[in-house]
């Protein structure tokens, strides 16, 4: 809700000045300004009306306005999803641009000021995700997959537990796994070798999940990298670069976990 409520309380019953009022409620001094020239004009005063909530007290201010007739007419809501997905696609198109175009199409509208703070306020629901684009060669997501898998002998029949390499190219999702022994860093380096024979080729970065056969001592800015694993980049010609602790964003989620829940389901 707007703080109108407020900015009535500070200007009327502590006479605060409006840049006063401006810093102390968090908003623009324009806005503020336009709240109590609203407020005059709709004859409202201070203290409020008895009954007079923060909702009905905005809708009298910004809400439904009287025409000839006697009858109300609600101003047009603007289609936020719209405007959203026209400001991500047009680097240069502005909220001020898309309010006069809104205004030129409906000149009865809402306001500038109103028109921002809605279309802030409808931003805030927005679940935020980042979006990883990959270029082609440049990352390498690795690491072992879930739990092991039973891997049978073709002579006696015996099971023995697998560990499960998966390796996957971010740009084309373009998958490599391999059954090990263990989790040691033997079978991590040989794994590597053999997705990088696999892949023909060998990418910028590889971007492991902090397992210890990678890394030996997590941390969200400066990682330790294992030597033998440094020393292995190296002579590949390629950096390594582990994901954060805790931020599964940090891997590709549309091609490198949804490869790790297939093979753990499998």
Request: hydrophobic share 35%.
């Amino acid at each position: 809700m707007r703080k109108t409520k407020e900015v009535l309380r500070l200007r009327f019953e502590l006479g605060l000045g409006q840049r006063q009022i401006a810093r102390s409620c968090g908003m623009g001094l324009g806005t503020v300004h336009e709240y109590l020239e609203r407020a005059v004009a709709a004859g409202i005063g201070w203290p409020l009306p008895g009954g007079l909530g923060e909702e009905e007290l905005e809708a009298k201010l910004f809400g439904n306005q009287p025409v000839q007739g006697g009858t109300i007419r609600q101003r047009p809501e603007p289609d936020w999803n719209t405007i959203h997905q026209q400001l991500r696609q047009h680097r240069h198109l502005t909220l001020q641009l898309v309010w006069e175009e809104y205004r030129q199409a409906n000149p009865e509208g809402y306001r500038y000021s109103w028109f921002c703070e809605r279309y802030q306020r409808w931003r805030r629901h927005l679940d935020v995700v980042l979006r990883q684009e990959h270029k082609a060669g440049e990352k390498m997501f690795v690491d072992w997959a879930g739990a092991t898998i039973p891997v049978y002998d073709a002579t006696t029949g015996q099971a023995w537990p697998a560990s499960l390499f998966v390796s996957v190219l971010g740009a084309s999702s373009y998958t490599y796994a391999e059954a090990t022994r263990d989790q040691q860093l033997e079978a991590w380096i040989q794994a590597h070798i053999h997705a990088l024979e696999f892949f023909g080729g060998v990418p910028t970065l590889a971007v492991p999940d902090n397992t210890k056969t990678a890394v030996t001592r997590a941390c969200r800015y400066d990682p330790d990298l294992n030597p033998t694993y440094q020393e292995f980049a190296v002579h590949y010609g390629m950096g390594v670069v582990p994901a954060r602790p805790y931020k599964p964003r940090d891997k590709d989620q549309a091609s490198y976990c949804t490869s790790l829940d297939m093979f753990d389901a499998s």
